[in-house]
């Protein structure tokens, strides 16, 4: 497999390759066909390290592409967690890989903008007055990021 980090002459991001990024059997079936679109790996391992440090248990993924960072968050969070992934498509989504992986019941997969879905409270839990600050910053990093 020829990864962004393999081409790398960065004695570092080849330490990186041969000691310590872990990849799962799904999550090489994705690289496999989507490889020039994808993320650097150590990344999306760095995620799960933060994740499970901050002990997360919600996260909200915005643009999904294949669902390759999504199946990574999901493999880092508790069994009763959940991520929530929106993308204004699914045509290149691999919900089958999430359940090939058995994370499926982690992801709730959310097809629209991003903004619109905070507006609409797609997106946010029944706890309305406790989010309403939480919505109103998520509503302004998506604006922002829209621009």
């Not at 000691?19 to 391992?45: A, C, P, V, W």
């Not at 929106?86 to 089958?96: A, E, F, H, K, S």
């Amino acid at each position: 497999m020829v990864t962004k980090l393999s081409r790398s002459s960065d004695p570092i991001d080849q330490y990186i390759k041969e000691h310590s990024l872990r990849l799962t059997s799904e999550q090489n079936e994705i690289i496999e066909k989507y490889i020039e679109m994808l993320d650097s790996f150590d990344e999306g391992q760095f995620f799960q390290v933060i994740i499970q440090l901050m002990g997360c248990k919600r996260c909200i993924e915005v643009g999904i592409f294949t669902g390759y960072t999504a199946l990574t968050i999901a493999l880092a969070l508790p069994s009763d967690s959940q991520l929530i992934a929106c993308d204004i498509t699914n045509q290149y989504v691999r919900q089958d890989i999430w359940k090939k992986a058995g994370i499926s019941d982690r992801i709730t997969l959310k097809i629209g903008s991003a903004i619109e879905l905070v507006r609409s409270n797609e997106i946010m839990s029944s706890r309305q007055e406790q989010n309403e600050s939480k919505k109103q910053q998520l509503l302004q990093n998506l604006e922002i990021l829209a621009e």
